[in-house]
């Protein structure tokens, strides 16, 4: 948009904020370049939400410093109102003020501005958004995906330099969800808008952010791109958090991690005989009637669709694995071979 | 750019509003802390005579009527309430708001309307020695309704209302779940009452009876109507007729003790149970419907404390002032004290509303312990009956006119005189001290409603800390502003014992006329000045059924 577009920038340093005895942000440190669409994700109450709320300067931190555009925003001696830091923010429950009309809503962050400049501001984005049909409506009046737009429109019309989206598509239903996150999404990168997004989600966060960045009791634990989250997880719990793992505890032994269905190799910082668990993907095990490098006894069979799940009994595993199959196996089969595919597996040490 | 970052540090949005709400806060606790001062500077020798001859007399006095008048609301507001939920029969509907009705009268104006009413040569009892065959009152005569008796129960009859609200609504949210299943449990419809749900209104009851006490603490014209000598009379009597500013304030301080221990009763009472809102929507209390002829008598039951609290003592002070009316007409005197009334209550209810918009919005923006104490704090008031708090004003603000007077003396050699009790400023603070409780919790509750995420989307969309409250909070909790501030002027109209100790010489509202003409016996204009505070009385009462109704 503007020549200085690619200076904008956030920077969060050593961020701290708790409520009571409740650490709520532990340290966070985080740089956000121009043009970014960022996903934070995690349980609730991991600190994703505290931490757009900081960003926006509707709460306070405790320690560390924000950085907009290079000039400090909150730190231990000086605190810039949200009214004058230039961010959109979509909140979770869009916030639409109820005794407003749609046009007035998105008139209500134009204020200081020139009349005739507020209203000619109001009309391109309502054109833009595409929402000409809904401004002399009422909140109430709207359906979810509405109120979306509107929300969206609303935070947009001041031309923030950076949007803060609070779980923005949690409200609508599922088939809706998509379609509206796809078009939003499209929407902000044409803009070039640096976009901060809040989600619980995994799926949403791997798909709708160029950087996603995992957060755990107000720490961060990993940020980098979807494939190097799904991928390469940095821990046990960065791994589960997108994928649902078949967890076989083992000995890390000579570069090994030994388990009862075998040895598979995998350089680890632990010493010689530290317990490690191996975590293996319902999608990396192939499964056929014929032997494999263990066998084992098929115990449930739920049929997805296009792949079906299997509940496989091997001995020495107190649960059973868990493996997802496009291939299709007869109805009565009982003991298949299994395979793990190479360089698919994952191993932590038990923390 | 449009609005350049501020570059210049400063304090947090919201720590102008802590700061005022500190100053309310202190304002509203200054009365009770000069009461103590006070008090602890008595001389001992009027103590011992106040412990010895005053005091052992009006505590007792007090303790009876306290436990006279906790009896019959918590009989007559479950009962009542109970009737309601439980019942369907014709003019249920009709009975459900108009039980509320004896709250418009105040509790002085009801006894004032009995003792005409009841009086021995007076129609009523006329009519009765009529009807048995008596010629005169000295043959047979009702029980004089001037006695303990009387008091206990006309307190009662105006004072239910506070034990039914609360109860009433604890029924109707009760799940119907709880009473099917204890019938499924082999408990019998009759047995429902005393096993399930009496016990699940508890805490309501506690309330409610604690605020019905509240209010006999604070009543002054009633008790001394009837005769009966209570400490709220005696720190009147120990002020007006003696002047003694030290030993009233300890009989005050000995009724905040009761207030204390009252509120420690209500606790008690309510044992470990909360009101609970079950995250289930629960199914509303459906009704019983019972045969015309039962369903006839239990109107009758219904409509009984309705016509004692309210229909008898209305209809008759409407007769009276039409009497009156055709009679003289309204008189200037009675025009300038319709003047004074609304004024006083007008201006007191502005600055209670901007008060309590002060300590509910800044504890928004700031919520947090500091906001939760000085909200306590500047409630306090509430609960202390009229006459404590007036004689608490009375400290500050004599200590305060001695200030500015001898101050002013000194300097340019003018007396002031007493500045502020003399205007009627100490009556407006007697008022805001009193009532702030109302506005700030009525207020509050209209800002809860509002989400936090509306002040954050105003404000990152550029407005103030008091820009938002400007273009949302208010536009937004009109209602909830409008309805307290009714509430607080319809108190202030009826308060009787603080107007009575603080206004300005030759200064007279509705309230204190009446209580004039009634201790001089004479029955005047009276009639008039008491149905307009009835009148008055009665919109709260169309505000608290109407959001009775909207609940369902």
């Known amino acids: 948009m503007t020549p200085h577009a690619k200076d904008r920038t956030l920077e969060l340093h050593n961020v701290s904020r708790s409520f009571g005895a409740t650490v709520a942000l532990d340290d966070v440190t985080l740089t956000i370049a121009s043009g970014e669409i960022i996903c934070l994700v995690g349980q609730s109450g991991c600190g994703k939400s505290t931490l757009l709320r900081m960003i926006a300067g509707v709460d306070v931190i405790d320690g560390g410093h924000i950085l907009l555009n290079g000039e400090e925003v909150s730190g231990p001696s000086r605190f810039v109102e949200p009214e004058d830091r230039r961010i959109g923010f979509v909140f979770q429950d869009y916030a639409l003020f109820p005794h407003l009309t749609v046009e007035q809503n998105i008139l209500f962050g134009l204020k200081r501005r020139p009349k005739q400049e507020a209203a000619s501001r109001t009309a391109d984005v309502i054109a833009h958004i595409g929402i000409a049909h809904l401004q002399g409506r009422y909140p109430h009046m709207l359906s979810g995906g509405e109120q979306q737009r509107v929300a969206l429109a609303r935070a947009l019309a001041p031309q923030p330099d950076i949007l803060l989206m609070d779980e923005p598509f949690s409200n609508l239903d599922r088939g809706l969800r998509e379609r509206v996150r796809d078009e939003t999404l499209s929407l902000l990168r044409g803009l070039g808008t640096t976009v901060i997004m809040v989600t619980h989600d995994p799926e949403e966060a791997l798909s709708a952010g160029d950087r996603v960045v995992l957060m755990k009791a107000g720490r961060i634990v990993q940020a980098g791109s979807g494939y190097d989250l799904h991928d390469r997880p940095v821990s046990a719990y960065a791994a589960e958090f997108f994928c649902a793992f078949n967890k076989v505890s083992g000995v890390y032994r000579n570069g090994h991690v030994e388990t009862a269905i075998g040895r598979f190799a995998q350089a680890l910082d632990a010493g010689e005989g530290t317990p490690t668990t191996l975590y293996i993907r319902p999608q990396a095990i192939s499964v056929s009637r014929g032997p494999g490098d263990v066998s084992g006894q098929v115990k449930g069979r739920i049929f997805l669709g296009e792949v079906e799940q299997l509940a496989i009994a091997v001995d020495g595993l107190e649960q059973p694995l868990q493996v997802r199959t496009m291939h299709r196996l007869p109805p009565d089969t009982e003991t298949v071979g299994l395979t793990v595919l190479p360089d698919s597996w994952l191993a932590f040490p038990p923390d | ?552």
């Open chain 2, 1 to 552: 750019m449009i609005s350049a970052v501020r570059s210049w540090p400063r304090g947090r949005a919201g720590a102008r509003w802590l700061l005022g709400a500190g100053c309310v806060a202190c304002l509203v606790m200054l009365p009770i802390f000069a009461l103590f001062l006070q008090a602890a500077q008595g001389s001992t020798g009027l103590w011992s005579h106040l412990a010895s001859t005053i005091l052992p007399a009006a505590l007792a006095d007090t303790i009876i009527l306290l436990c006279g008048v906790g009896l019959i609301t918590a009989i007559l507001g479950t009962s009542t309430a109970w009737l309601v939920t439980a019942y369907a029969f014709p003019g249920r509907r009709v009975l459900e708001w108009a039980l509320l009705l004896p709250l418009a009268v105040p509790t002085y104006i009801i006894a004032y309307a009995y003792l005409d009413i009841l009086h021995p040569i007076g129609s009523v009892q006329g009519t009765i020695r009529w009807m048995l065959g008596y010629s005169g009152p000295r043959e047979f005569r009702l029980p004089d309704v001037r006695s303990m008796t009387g008091c206990i129960l006309l307190l009662g009859f105006v004072l239910y209302p506070y034990v039914y609200i609360p109860t009433r609504a604890m029924f109707l949210t009760q799940s119907a779940n709880l009473i099917d299943a204890s019938r499924t449990l082999g408990i019998s419809r009759r047995a429902v009452f005393w096993h399930v749900a009496l016990p699940l209104a508890r805490p309501a009851v506690a309330v409610g009876v604690s605020l019905a006490l509240m209010e006999t603490l604070n009543d002054i014209g009633a008790s001394e109507f009837l005769g009966v000598r209570t400490l709220t009379v005696s720190i009147y009597t120990t002020w007006i007729t003696r002047s003694d500013l030290p030993g009233a304030s300890q009989i005050a301080l000995s009724l905040l003790i009761v207030v204390v221990a009252l509120v420690a009763f209500e606790k008690w009472a309510r044992g470990k149970q909360r009101y609970s809102t079950g995250a289930q929507r629960s199914r509303a209390f459906e009704p019983r419907h019972v045969p015309p002829g039962k369903g006839l008598m239990l109107l009758f039951a219904g409509l009984l404390p309705i016509l004692i609290g309210f229909g008898a003592p209305a209809i008759y002070l409407v007769s009276e002032a039409w009497k009156r009316i055709e009679f003289a007409g309204l008189s200037t005197r009675f025009l300038a004290e319709a003047f004074n009334t609304i004024i006083l209550a007008s201006a007191a209810t502005i600055i209670t509303v901007l008060f309590g918009l002060l300590i509910a919005y800044a504890s928004r923006l700031r919520p947090g312990t500091a906001t939760t104490w000085l909200q306590r704090l500047s409630t306090l008031g509430y609960a202390a009956p009229g006459t404590v708090v007036a004689i608490g004003v009375l400290i500050v603000l004599a200590t305060f006119d001695g200030f500015i007077d001898s101050t002013a003396t000194a300097w340019f050699g003018v007396s002031t005189g007493l500045l502020f009790i003399g205007s009627g400023a100490a009556l407006l603070y007697a008022y805001i001290v009193r009532f702030l409780a109302i506005s700030a919790g009525g207020i509050d509750a209209g800002l809860a409603r509002i989400p936090v995420s509306f002040d954050h989307a105003s404000r990152v969309l550029g407005q103030s800390a008091a820009g938002t409250f400007r273009h949302v909070h208010l536009p937004l909790s009109k209602a909830a502003i409008t309805a307290a501030g009714l509430l607080v002027f319809v108190d202030c109209v009826k308060e009787l014992p603080a107007t009575l100790l603080l206004r300005p010489l030759n200064v007279e509202t509705f309230a204190t006329h009446l209580y004039g003409e009634a201790a001089r016996g004479t029955y005047e204009e009276a009639s008039i000045a008491a149905l307009a505070i009835v009148v008055i009385g009665i919109l709260p009462v169309i505000l608290l059924s109407r959001m009775g109704q909207a609940r369902q």
